[in-house]
């Protein structure tokens, strides 16, 4: 994920103050995301965010008094987008199902996992972090899942639906984690190959 960190002073005094303090908030957000993923949460302060922001400090935490503030924003807000993403390349809804495997694959192997995968071995040992985390990734899960049987048009009343369609997102992060050391592309392609057609036999 790129993030832009060149914006000009004459640029940002050209915006409404609203619009400043908006613009602000998302250059910090995906800052922080960027810098979680690259940096882990040892080398992730608020600090650094700012400076590849290219805000001060104080702005920073005028928007996230906290660290944790920060963190927890930066990955729900990513979150967040990336689910309209993922609507948005199939605006008519339930469709081809091994593109829909290929597409939810494709948010386990990016920087915003990446990100949240740091995020969530800090919450494991801080206690201030944890129940944010939880409870962010509670609510992230239930949107990517609600995303998932819309997409693919599965009915969770019928008998073993709904645990297939968790299963596919389990295989997916689990996917996403052997993504993080080596480049698994192929495997992934065979996988996600199989997956869909074991959605076809089971949905319909």
């Not at 400076?51 to 996230?64: I, M, N, P």
């Not at 609510?139 to 599965?154: K, N």
């Not at 689990?174 to 996988?191: E, I, K, S």
Request: hydrophobic letters at 40%; a neutral charge; charged letters at 30%.
């Amino acid at each position: 994920m790129s993030v832009r960190t060149g914006v000009s002073t004459a640029e940002r005094d050209r915006l409404p103050k609203q619009d400043r303090s908006r613009a602000t908030r998302q250059r910090l957000l995906e800052a922080a995301v960027a810098c979680l993923a690259e940096r882990g949460w040892a080398g992730s302060t608020v600090s650094v965010v700012a400076e590849r922001a290219g805000v001060s400090r104080g702005a920073a935490q005028h928007h996230f008094p906290t660290r944790e503030d920060l963190f927890t924003a930066a990955v729900e807000y990513v979150a967040e987008e990336r689910s309209t993403a993922l609507r948005a390349l199939f605006p008519e809804g339930t469709a081809d199902r091994h593109a829909v495997v290929s597409a939810l694959v494709d948010l386990y192997t990016g920087p915003l996992f990446r990100a949240a995968l740091h995020l969530w071995v800090a919450a494991s040992n801080e206690e201030q972090l944890r129940p944010r985390v939880t409870e962010l990734e509670a609510r992230v899960g239930r949107e990517t899942h609600r995303i998932a049987v819309e997409l693919l048009g599965a009915d969770e009343s019928r008998p073993g639906v709904r645990e297939t369609v968790q299963g596919l997102l389990d295989m997916a992060r689990g996917l996403g984690l052997a993504n993080l050391l080596t480049d698994d592309a192929g495997r992934r392609d065979r996988v996600v190959t199989q997956w869909a057609t074991l959605l076809e036999k089971t949905l319909d």
